[in-house]
């Protein structure tokens, strides 16, 4: 998965190519630090949303595009929750893990979402308190967490709760 976000950083620096302009040009436009945006497109981690809107708008890619970027920012971004999931092994994987599932919303609207109080939420995510199974499916479903990513949770849940490390596949 972490090769869609190389692919996603390489894509961005092509839009930045093509617009012609460096990054402290670009960091002029899109308001956010040249080194900021060089790091968007290292291609180590995905960049959130916010960065990527103002780095496209910033290169003079339409509003119209930016829903295409996305969509596609979404789908690596839900990838990146999976793959966390499946590797997570202690309190604190599971909450990065979570966190990345639950996106850009803030504790306040996870709270609302969910029904699931934002103190609880925030020690999920930070890993200082384990959540219970229900409690997690409800919340992680809330999310239209897929399938897959329930079982991932539910997985990841189990081998925290016991101090089991995840089993590599065979080869």
């Known amino acids: 998965m972490f090769d869609h976000v190389k692919e996603f950083a390489d894509a961005l620096d092509r839009v930045r190519r093509h617009a012609g302009l460096s990054y402290r040009e670009l960091a002029a436009r899109a308001h956010y630090s040249h080194p900021h945006l060089i790091r968007a497109t290292s291609g180590k981690h995905l960049p959130t949303w916010d960065v990527t809107a103002a780095f496209l708008t910033g290169c003079g890619v339409p509003p119209e595009l930016q829903k295409v970027w996305r969509r596609r920012w979404d789908n690596i971004n839900r990838g990146n929750a999976l793959e966390l999931l499946q590797r997570a092994d202690s309190r604190e994987d ?78």
């Open 94 to 171: 599971l909450g990065k893990a979570l966190a990345t599932l639950a996106g850009r919303r803030s504790l306040r609207d996870l709270e609302q979402l969910t029904g699931v109080p934002r103190t609880s939420i925030q020690a999920w995510f930070s890993g200082t308190r384990r959540a219970h199974r229900d409690r997690l499916d409800t919340f992680v479903r809330t999310l239209n967490a897929t399938p897959e990513e329930r079982r991932a949770v539910a997985e990841a849940l189990d081998r925290v709760s016991s101090g089991r490390s995840r089993v590599a596949p065979a080869a």
